[in-house]
């Protein structure tokens, strides 16, 4: 069959925004992005969250392998239901927020594990130790936002969060389940 070449252009014009819809979600939106935690106290679950952190995200889902993130928690800004308890994990025991008032997490890389799920790999900087982290997470785009949902467990003992006494896991379990919803609007693509 041969396309009649008045019809030729708008035909290849209607294919082009295929290539055009690529984006990269880089512009977060704070008010709409939270970090929580959930661990067990004496058996008994509990959650918090943090109210003060700052997302830097570069992610298009077509460029996987060049994504990039980076995450700064400040950690006075806990939450755990209790201005007693905040006030204890503040202290020298816990976070030691005098020395250490930040967390820092930078992405080393993001693997794609099929459909919508992600793996981002990079390292934890909590109360002077860097250890490697790998959270899985799902994406999801809504018109132009970028949904980020994804969890880890991290092991407070490995980065000496709840020192003497609180090294007793009866106490305060050892896993923390950090979790994260990041909403980011997309940028069109510098090529």
């Known amino acids: 069959m041969r396309i009649p070449h008045r019809y030729f252009l708008p035909l290849l014009l209607a294919c082009a925004p295929i290539h055009a819809q690529a984006a990269e979600f880089n512009l977060v939106q704070a008010d709409k992005s939270t970090l929580a935690f959930a661990y067990k106290q004496m058996g008994v679950p509990m959650e918090g969250n943090f109210g003060r952190f700052s997302v830097r995200i570069n992610f298009d889902p077509a460029r996987v392998n060049a994504a990039r993130s980076q995450i700064e928690v400040d950690l006075a ?3 755990t ?6 006030d204890e994990v503040a202290g020298k025991q816990w976070f030691n927020t005098k020395a250490f008032p930040s967390a820092r997490f930078v992405s080393t890389g993001v693997k794609a594990l099929g ?6 790999l990079g390292k934890l900087t909590l109360k002077g130790k860097a250890l490697d982290v790998a959270a899985p997470f799902t994406f999801r785009q809504e018109g132009a936002a970028g949904i980020f949902d994804g969890a880890f467990i ?3 003992l490995d980065y000496a969060i709840g020192e ?3 090294t007793d896991v009866s106490a305060v379990a050892n896993e923390i389940q950090i979790k994260f919803h990041v909403v980011a609007h997309a940028a069109p693509v510098k090529k």
Request: aromatic share 10%; net charge neutral.
């Open 115 to 120: 459909g919508n799920r992600y793996e981002v």
């Open 77 to 79: 800004s806990i939450d």
């Open 81 to 86: 239901g209790s201005n007693e308890a905040n």
């Open 164 to 166: 003497g006494a609180w």
């Open 154 to 156: 991290l092991k407070r």
